[in-house]
């Protein structure tokens, strides 16, 4: 319609190169297979180097790099493997992390470090590496996944919690900073989603039955996150920078 607002292209990957973190499993193995059937190119990264290699073994085009995000000389390893084979990057999605349960006072300073290290530094790390990547391909989508842990205080999660509320300010600092040059900074805040990590610290029952009390009236799956991380990584978001999805199932409005 002349005069109105523009067309909302949906969500389409054709012709991108996308490098998730932390994807052999999970939500970002979730995300790699969702963004392969909207057409990404994709690079998936971890250190679990069995299960990366057979989650591209089963995407076509799908190449697996062995990444520590924590570590900058793996970064630059990455980095120069995406350089030659891609010729430069669109989309980045910051999805690996870890999490550790412990009371304040039983919260070790080498256990801290070690969140810091991947879920704060790995984001940093991650955005670095990829600026120059998407500067040569005129742009970009940078997208990094917090946890609801970050918008409300957690008992026994001080640690990670403090990462993820960290993530939002170096998130948004990021947009602001790398909007001039076509790069899209936005972060996705999931709540409870039943992953291999959520596994391991919780029972499914036990994540079922706080499921069923959420206004959804279940736990959210990879698939939820990976859906709302398409929508970031296209063009459909176009407009869209600093922004923060929260991916709930409702649990804070109901807090």
Sequence with gaps: ???????????????????????????????????ADHGAR??????????????????????????DVGEEQSWRAVSTVVEAEAGGLDVLINNAGITHFASLMETR????????????????????????????????????????????????????????????????????????????????MPGLIITPMTEASYSIDAMQARGASLPLGRAGQPRDVATVALFLASDASAFCTGTEIVCDGGQLAGS
Excluded: H
């Design 109 to 188: 300073l080498a256990d801290f470090e070690r969140l810091v290290r991947i879920n704060l530094f790995g984001v940093l790390l991650g955005m670095q590496a990829a600026v120059p990547l998407m500067r040569s391909r005129g742009g970009g989508s940078i997208i990094n996944i917090g946890s609801i842990a970050g918008l409300a205080g957690r008992a026994n999660l001080s640690a990670y919690a403090s990462t993820k509320w960290a993530m939002r300010g170096l998130s948004q600092s990021a947009a602001i900073e790398l909007g001039p040059l076509g790069i899209r900074v936005n972060s996705i």
């Design 1 to 35: 319609m002349a005069g109105g607002a523009p067309t909302c292209p949906s969500p389409s990957l054709e012709g991108k190169v996308v490098l998730i973190t932390g994807a052999a499993r999970g939500q970002g193995a979730a995300e790699a297979r969702l963004f």
């Design 42 to 67: 994709l690079f998936v990264t971890d250190v679990l180097e069995e299960e990366g290699r057979d989650l591209a073994a089963g995407i076509p085009g799908a190449t697996y790099l062995n990444l």
